[in-house]
């Protein structure tokens, strides 16, 4: 087993441990009745709403890795990457370790598809980037926006969390200059890393952004029901859930997402509305997304006892 692997599952166990223990902090203090009670007086329409802005945003993730695709230069149908990225994301979401987890359903996908590992790898590579630059844009506009929130979480000064909303958003526009003027090669820790054309990193920027901002909204429609609350001090709250998530690594974020709104939204964010969020934005595309996942590995095994192994022709290079 290499060091790697170790500090991964070491992080992960940590990662666990710490949700477990949010958890338990979080909900302790409620009975099942006291969160079945807090989940129904959240009305139909706003958990209608929470599933129309969940849905967006698995359709955005889908164009992480149409951005993706478009940077190694291969040509495959829209409707095949959305399933791999529907099923990868869907499952790797809620079970932890994103990278890894979707990762492996991804390379099953393309590479029966045609791909290489490279190609799969750098797929992956920047559909992590994206995902960076989306949270980045997002992070960048509530710290300038809502600086007082952060600052209190964080423990800062508001005219230090402004100056981070404008190195986030500082780092944005370099990448997009990088994509536009750097056509050699970049090598960091001995790999090498072509920047995207300027066209594919506009689109990581647009895509990106946009999902985390619906993922956003979906938090603020469940938490709106039971409080006046602003898209503003929503998307906030889930920034910064987001970065003590990456600290922890606990797995789907479990209980450090939902630790981390409650302290920034206080009595605003109900232990109902928290479960309801978790239940729309990750069980509910979850057990979607882990049958299809059978089914389609059915659909592939069967296909290659028939000698068939690659249903809807080759993957090709493009110029």
């Known amino acids: 087993?290499?060091?790697?692997?170790?500090?991964?599952?070491?992080?992960?166990?940590?990662?666990?441990?710490?949700?477990?223990?949010?958890?338990y902090q979080t909900f302790s203090e409620y009975s099942v009745?006291?969160?079945?009670?807090?989940?129904?007086?959240?009305?139909?329409?706003?958990?209608a709403m929470?599933?129309?802005?969940?849905?967006?945003?698995?359709?955005?993730?889908?164009?992480?890795?149409?951005t993706g695709v478009g940077y190694v230069k291969r040509d495959l149908s829209y409707s095949k990457i959305a399933l791999a990225s529907f099923i990868a994301l869907s499952i790797g979401q809620s079970v932890g370790l994103s990278g890894l987890s979707s990762g492996a359903l991804r390379y099953r996908y393309y590479a029966h598809w045609g791909m290489t590992t490279e190609d799969v790898a750098k797929i992956v590579l920047?559909?992590?980037?994206?995902?960076?630059?989306?949270?980045?844009?997002?992070?960048?506009?509530?710290?300038?926006?809502?600086?007082?929130?952060?600052?209190?979480?964080?423990?800062?000064?508001?005219?230090?969390?402004?100056?981070?909303?404008?190195?986030c958003?500082?780092?944005i526009v370099g990448y997009l200059a990088l994509a536009?003027?750097?056509?050699?090669?970049?090598?960091?820790?001995g790999w090498t890393f072509q920047m995207p054309k300027l066209r594919i990193a506009v689109a990581q920027v647009i895509i990106g952004t946009i999902n985390f901002a619906l993922v956003a909204a979906c938090l603020r429609e469940v938490m709106a029901a039971n409080a006046d609350v602003s898209y503003l001090k929503a998307a906030t709250a889930f920034v910064l859930a987001n970065l003590a998530i990456m600290v922890t690594h606990a797995p789907g974020?479990?209980?450090?997402?939902?630790?981390?709104?409650?302290?920034?939204?206080?009595?605003?964010?109900?232990?109902?509305?928290?479960?309801?969020?978790?239940v729309v934005y990750f069980?509910?595309?979850f057990f979607i997304g882990l049958p299809l996942s059978l089914i389609v590995e059915g659909l592939f095994r069967a296909r290659k006892s028939s000698g068939n192994p690659s249903s809807p022709g080759p993957v090709t290079t493009t110029a």
């Open 283 to 285: 069980f509910i595309p």
């Open 253 to 278: 974020g479990l209980g450090v997402l939902e630790a981390t709104v409650r302290h920034v939204m206080g009595d605003q964010a109900s232990i109902g509305s928290l479960v309801a969020f978790r």
């Open 169 to 171: 958003l500082g780092s």
């Open 180 to 189: 536009a003027f750097l056509r050699v090669p970049l090598t960091i820790r």
């Open 50 to 66: 929470a599933l129309v802005f969940a849905f967006g945003s698995y359709a955005c993730l889908t164009g992480f890795d149409w």
């Open 33 to 47: 009745w006291d969160i079945i009670d807090s989940v129904e007086a959240i009305p139909v329409s706003n958990l």
């Open 1 to 23: 087993m290499t060091r790697k692997q170790i500090f991964t599952y070491v992080m992960f166990a940590v990662g666990s441990g710490a949700a477990g223990y949010l958890l």
């Open 126 to 167: 920047l559909s992590g980037v994206t995902v960076a630059i989306g949270m980045a844009m997002l992070c960048g506009i509530v710290m300038l926006l809502n600086p007082r929130d952060a600052a209190g979480v964080l423990g800062l000064r508001e005219d230090a969390v402004r100056m981070i909303g404008i190195s």
